[in-house]
T-cell receptor, first 114, second 114 residues
Framework: ETGVTQTPRHLVMGMTNKKSLKCEQH?????MYWYKQSAKKPLELMFV???????ENNSVPSRFSPECPNSSHLFLHLHTLQPEDSALYLC?????????????FGPGTRLTVL | GNSVTQMEGPVTLSEEAFLTINCTYT??????LFWYVQYPGEGLQLLLK?????DKGSNKGFEATYRKETTSFHLEKGSVQVSDSAVYFC?????????????FGSGTQLTVLP
């Protein structure tokens, strides 16, 4: 247990569906992240939040929409996804944005888009 | 930009064998270096880290030394166990530029046979 939980663990959705991924951290951290892990590719950083403010958006398609209502919760809203969006989506948190602080990862949500 | 290159897997070893997974990096400034491990069906967990040159990170019998002259952070373990079977990721976080972003290698799958 890393102190970061994600729900659901598995999600299957059609291309026309709308769904949301949820991440919660119990570590008192101020920074939260979404990553995409595809087979045989390095982890891709999608979004970074610090103190509930988005500080980085790495050219992610608009069909992915993040939301950070407070420092403990992070959501990723999904709509009209494509089959190539199927991947493991990982949430992480860190104390702040300092480079020496490690990130703590959740177990991920395995997403399959049909 | 920053980049991490680690040896391609998969790597298959017998129990009690010596393990080395090579990792080299390119970065601006003085990055912090990390090894993460991902067990089947789980998210990434920090294994060890080093924040300055010549530092040695160690945990659970694994070690890695931050070598600035060779820009390397190779992971080693003297005697692997079946329970070490996982995917290992080398990563860096730069002290300049986009300090928020962890840059990951592509991962090395390790399988340890009894």
């Amino acid at each position: 247990e890393t102190g970061v939980t994600q729900t659901p663990r598995h999600l299957v959705m059609g291309m026309t569906n709308k769904k949301s991924l949820k991440c919660e951290q119990h570590l008192g951290h101020n920074a939260m992240y979404w990553y995409k892990q595809s087979a045989k590719k390095p982890l891709e950083l999608m979004f970074v939040y610090s103190l509930e403010e988005r500080v980085e958006n790495n050219s992610v398609p608009s069909r992915f929409s993040p939301e950070c209502p407070n420092s403990s919760h992070l959501f990723l809203h999904l709509h009209t996804l494509q089959p190539e969006d199927s991947a493991l989506y990982l949430c992480a948190s860190s104390h702040d944005l300092a480079d020496y602080n490690e990130q703590f990862f959740g177990p991920g949500t395995r997403l399959t888009v049909l | 930009g920053n980049s991490v290159t680690q040896m391609e897997g998969p790597v298959t070893l017998s129990e009690e064998a010596f393990l080395t997974i090579n990792c080299t990096y390119t970065a601006t400034g003085y990055p912090s270096l990390f090894w993460y491990v991902q067990y089947p069906g789980e998210g990434l967990q920090l294994l060890l880290k080093a924040t300055k040159a010549d530092d040695k990170g160690s945990n659970k019998g694994f070690e890695a030394t931050y070598r600035k002259e060779t820009t390397s952070f190779h992971l080693e373990k003297g005697s692997v166990q079946v329970s070490d079977s996982a995917v290992y990721f080398c990563a860096l976080r730069s002290s300049s530029g986009s300090a928020r972003q962890l840059t990951f290698g592509s991962g090395t799958q390790l399988t340890v046979l009894p």
